[in-house]
């Protein structure tokens, strides 16, 4: 029996679901420790079927995390299931222009797309946060950070 074929790419519904606003578990291999470490990120967008960009504070671990080693794992959990999408990550830019924050640039290459719910199962309710500053202020950094993010 033949072995059924691994996406490489985004599909049409996981390229429309991540344009941003979504929680996404990220990845990555400590630069210090080499142990497995996973991160909440917001600021995440597709940018064709082969390409993921998102947005971290230059200072964070992340960007070190990158930099040392490449492969990272970006987990969806929507459209009645979990994706783990593996690539290789490169930071674009170390400060982003046009945000008033130091935000890294980061492109995901896409390797392979997983569906990774165990079986017979689907999620019945996507995971929602809710921003804590204010309202206004949060939507227009988030105009900013995705104008940005996809230069």
């Not at 979504?22 to 470490?37: Q, S």
């Not at 996973?38 to 079927?49: G, L």
Request: proline share 4%; charged share 25%.
């Amino acid at each position: 029996m033949a072995k059924p074929e691994i996406p490489a790419q985004l599909s049409t519904e996981l390229f429309e679901y991540l344009q941003g606003e979504k929680l996404v578990l990220l990845g990555t291999v400590d630069a210090e420790t080499k142990a497995p470490g996973i991160s909440a990120i917001s600021w995440v967008k597709s940018c064709d079927e082969k390409r993921i960009r998102f947005t971290v504070t230059n200072n964070s671990r992340i960007v070190a995390n990158i930099k040392k080693n490449p492969q990272v794992v970006l987990t969806i959990v929507g459209l009645e299931s979990v994706y783990s999408i593996n690539g290789k990550a490169a930071v674009l830019e170390g400060k982003m222009e046009g945000v008033p924050l130091k935000l890294a640039k980061i492109e995901v290459v896409i390797d392979h797309v997983f569906e990774s719910m165990f079986w017979g199962a689907k999620i019945v309710q996507e995971p929602e946060y809710e921003k804590t500053t204010n309202a206004e202020k949060a939507k227009e950094l988030d105009l900013q950070v995705y104008e940005a993010l996809m230069k």
